[in-house]
C-alpha cells in the first residue's frame, strides 16, 4: 500500500512566552510519574471524516489546528517543556533527581499524508487494525527519560483521502490517561473558538508531609537492564483487533457476574474485563494448575483523603493485580468469582495503602518495565471508557473511531475505550494470530458481541 509521508514537522511554542510561562519553573515529579521513565509514552489519536475535499481547504484545516494547538499550550506550560535529569553522587552511591523545566522548548507538530487511497473505512472495517495506524503516531520508539532533549508532546494530523487522523503522543512522565484526555478535550475546546478550557489543569503535584524534592532514585539515561527487555518484548509486533460490546450486552455480562458472586458491587467494566480474561485463558489452554494474572491501572484522584482535584493534571494511579488459578477462572461460574476478586481489588484501594505504596517507593524506587509483563498469563489494561473520546468537535464534527499507537504494545496489552454508541465500550487486544482468531471463533466470547 506504500507509507506514510510526512510533509512538514514544526517546533510549536506557547504564544506570549515571556509574559505568560516562567521558564524557570520547574515541577517536581511524584513516584507516579517517575516509575515510568524507562517505558514509552501514551499514544492515542482519533479518526475523522473530512468534510473538506479541497486541497487548499485541508491545508486552511491544518494550519488553522496548528494555530489552536499554540494556543492550547498557553494553559498547559508543561507540555512545551522538557524534562531535566540531574546525577547525584553521595559516599560512591550514584542517584537521579528528576523534574519538569517549564522552558517553553516547544512541542511538535507533524503534518503527514497516509499510504496511497487510505480511507476512513479502511480503518474502521478492518477486523485486525491496519500495520499502518502506528505511522500515523509520532516519536514512536521514543522512551521517556529521552525527553531531556525531545518533546514531551508530539502531534501528527495525517491526511486520508476522505478524512483525517490525529494522532498524538503525551510523555507518560507528564500525564496519565486522565491528563492526556484533558489536552486533547481542551484543544477541541479551542479549536471550536473557545478562549480557554472550560476545565483549567491543576499543576500541583501531590507530594505528602516530609518528603524531600527532588525525589532521589537510582537510574541511567541509558538503562540498560531496561532497555534489554523492552526490546525482547517488542521485537515481534503482535496484531491487534478492536472487539465491539453494545450496552445491552455488557448490562447482561454485569448482571450474572453479581447473580454468579451474590453482591450488587461488580461493575460494568470488571463484568466485561473478566469475560475477555476468562476467555482468552480458555482459548490459551492453560494449564488449570497454573497461576493467571489480570494487572489494573486504579485511579487514585477519588481515593485520596481529601480527594486531588478532579483536573490534577499528571500521574495520580496505581496498579492492582488479581491472581486467580487458570482451572478457577475457566469453571462455570468463574464469571462472578473473578470479577468479585477483581471488585475487591480495586475497593481496596484505599487513601492508607495509596500512601503507604507512594513512601515505600521513596524509599526503595522501582521503575516500571513493561517488558516484564510479556507474560503469557498476563493480561494489563490502560485506558478506560470513562474518558471523553467522542465528544472531540475540532470544528468540523466528532470522531468516528479511537485507535492507539504501537507504544507499550505487548502480549496480553489491553485497551479500553467508550464506544461510539452511549453505553458500548470498544476494547483492543494485543496477542498472538492465533489466539484473536480463537476468540472470534469462541461462541461463549462472541456470544456478548452483537
Known amino acids: 500500500m506504500g507509507s506514510t509521508r510526512v510533509i512538514s514537522t514544526t517546533t510549536i511554542q506557547a504564544p506570549n512566552h515571556n509574559n505568560n510561562i516562567d521558564s524557570t519553573h520547574k515541577i517536581h ?63 560512591n552511591n550514584s542517584t537521579c533527581s528528576c523534574y519538569i523545566l517549564c522552558n517553553n522548548a516547544g512541542a511538535l507538530f507533524v503534518q503527514a499524508v497516509a499510504p496511497n487511497n487510505t480511507s476512513v473505512a479502511d480503518i474502521l472495517n478492518s477486523t485486525y487494525v491496519p500495520p499502518f495506524v502506528h505511522s500515523f503516531f509520532p516519536l514512536n520508539g521514543v522512551k521517556n527519560y529521552e525527553a531531556t532533549s525531545q518533546p514531551l508532546l508530539a502531534v501528527q494530523v495525517t491526511e486520508l483521502i476522505d478524512g483525517i487522523f490525529i494522532g498524538c503522543t503525551i510523555n507518560h512522565v507528564a500525564a496519565d490517561g486522565k491528563s492526556f484526555w484533558h489536552f486533547i478535550n481542551s484543544w477541541a475546546e479551542i479549536s471550536r473558538g473557545n478562549v480557554k478550557p472550560s476545565k483549567l489543569p491543576a499543576f500541583s503535584r501531590f507530594f505528602p508531609d516530609g518528603t524531600h524534592c527532588p525525589i532521589r532514585f537510582p537510574f541511567t539515561k541509558e538503562p540498560k537492564n531496561y532497555s534489554q527487555t523492552e526490546n525482547e518484548a517488542f521485537s515481534s509486533p503482535l496484531p491487534e483487533r478492536i472487539f465491539h460490546f453494545a450496552k445491552e450486552k455488557i448490562v447482561q455480562l454485569k448482571a450474572k457476574a453479581n447473580e454468579e458472586a451474590g453482591t450488587d458491587r461488580i461493575s460494568s467494566l470488571q463484568a466485561l474485563l473478566t469475560h475477555l480474561w476468562r476467555s482468552v485463558i480458555r482459548c490459551k489452554d492453560v494449564d488449570p494448575r497454573e497461576d493467571t494474572y489480570y494487572v489494573l491501572i486504579i485511579g487514585a484522584r477519588p481515593r485520596m483523603v481529601p480527594p486531588l482535584a478532579e483536573d490534577y493534571f499528571g500521574n495520580a494511579a496505581v496498579f492492582g493485580i488479581v491472581t486467580m488459578k487458570a482451572g478457577e477462572l475457566v469453571r462455570e461460574g468463574g464469571i462472578g468469582k473473578a470479577a468479585f476478586e477483581m471488585n475487591k481489588i480495586i475497593s481496596s484501594s484505599s487513601d492508607d495503602k495509596i500512601k503507604s505504596h507512594y513512601e515505600s517507593w521513596v524509599r526503595t524506587p522501582k521503575l516500571i518495565s513493561v517488558g516484564s509483563l510479556a507474560n503469557g498469563n498476563h493480561l494489563v489494561t490502560s485506558s478506560s471508557p470513562r474518558f471523553d473520546f467522542y465528544g472531540n468537535d475540532f470544528g468540523w464534527g466528532k470522531p468516528v473511531a479511537v485507535r492507539s499507537g504501537a507504544a507499550n504494545k505487548k502480549n496480553g496489552k489491553i485497551t479500553v475505550f467508550e464506544g461510539a454508541e452511549k453505553g458500548s465500550i470498544d476494547i483492543e487486544v494485543s496477542l498472538p494470530y492465533e489466539i484473536l482468531e480463537a476468540l472470534g471463533n469462541d461462541p461463549d466470547f462472541m456470544d456478548a458481541i452483537p
Open 29 to 91: 515529579l511524584t513516584p507516579w510519574d517517575l516509575h515510568f521513565l524507562p517505558v514509552q509514552a501514551i499514544q492515542k489519536g482519533l479518526l475523522f471524516h473530512s468534510p473538506n475535499t479541497n486541497e487548499q481547504d485541508i491545508h486552511t484545516q491544518i494550519h488553522h489546528l496548528k494555530h489552536s494547538f499554540s494556543s492550547t499550550l498557553a494553559f498547559f506550560p508543561l507540555l512545551s517543556g522538557r524534562l531535566v535529569i540531574q546525577q547525584h553522587q553521595h559516599n
